[in-house]
T-cell receptor, first 115, second 115 residues
Framework: DAGVTQSPTHLIKTRGQQVTLRCSPKSGHDTVSWYQQALGQGPQFIFQYYEEEERQRGNFPDRFSGHQFPNYSSELNVNALLLGDSALYLC??????????????FGDGTRLSIL | AQSVTQLDSHVSVSEGTPVLLRCNYSSSYSPSLFWYVQHPNKGLQLLLKYTSAATLVKGINGFEAEFKKSETSFHLTNPSAHMSDAAEYFCVVRVHGGSQGNLIFGKGTKLSVKP
């Protein structure tokens, strides 16, 4: 049973560029959430996608956008990259409707470095 | 507003000795609480969750946590540390009324295990 997979594992970009990160949820899951984890910090919620719509959003600027496809996979896009966007980006999946206390399953993340 | 505070940024124990990682939460509602572990360059793995069914929650790898409402605490313990337990541990609360996506993470506690 495949877990949450993310690609790429590492990425180096320069300021002002744009980046797309990808996530495939755990088999059977239909909800994808994205988190940003800066070095030495806990993850921070960016947004969540369900039924191809952004359902909830954290305190992140509009430069951060996403998409969910009919097969439930998801992309995170970041425009006009800043040095402060350097972080580990984590994707988590879950199955909606199982109850609000069901945990999320996390991928290993994409390490994004901005030069 | 909900929040979690992990009282120690770093805990060091010897192999075979008990582990205590402390977490206090703030919530106006009955909270949903989780502990996640993150090994170096890896994603997050769920250790255990509290969902109001029982105050003493058992998780994987010998870890357990006790929910104490009077103390607003959810400390993580293990009676005997193994070298493989060395990792970063996060105490997490889910935003009340939010979807499964909106998790609030503590800043993490790094556990070191000495031989």
């Amino acid at each position: 049973d495949a877990g949450v997979t993310q690609s790429p594992t590492h990425l180096i970009k320069t300021r002002g560029q744009q980046v797309t990160l990808r996530c495939s949820p755990k088999s059977g899951h239909d909800t994808v959430s994205w988190y940003q984890q800066a070095l030495g910090q806990g993850p921070q919620f960016i947004f969540q996608y369900y039924e191809e719509e952004e359902r909830q959003r954290g305190n992140f600027p509009d430069r951060f956008s996403g998409h969910q496809f009919p097969n439930y996979s998801s992309e995170l896009n970041v425009n006009a990259l800043l040095l402060g966007d350097s972080a580990l980006y984590l994707c988590a999946s879950s199955l909606d409707g199982q109850g609000s206390n069901q945990p999320q399953h996390f991928g290993d993340g994409t390490r994004l470095s901005i030069l | 507003a909900q929040s979690v505070t992990q009282l120690d940024s770093h805990v060091s124990v010897s192999e075979g000795t008990p582990v205590l990682l402390r977490c206090n939460y703030s919530s106006s509602y009955s909270p949903s609480l989780f502990w996640y572990v993150q090994h170096p360059n890896k994603g997050l793995q769920l250790l255990l969750k509290y969902t109001s069914a029982a105050t003493l929650v058992k998780g994987i790898n010998g870890f357990e946590a006790e929910f104490k409402k009077s103390e607003t605490s959810f400390h993580l313990t293990n009676p005997s540390a193994h070298m493989s337990d060395a990792a970063e541990y996060f105490c997490v609360v889910r935003v009340h009324g939010g979807s499964q996506g909106n998790l609030i993470f503590g800043k993490g506690t790094k556990l070191s295990v000495k031989p």
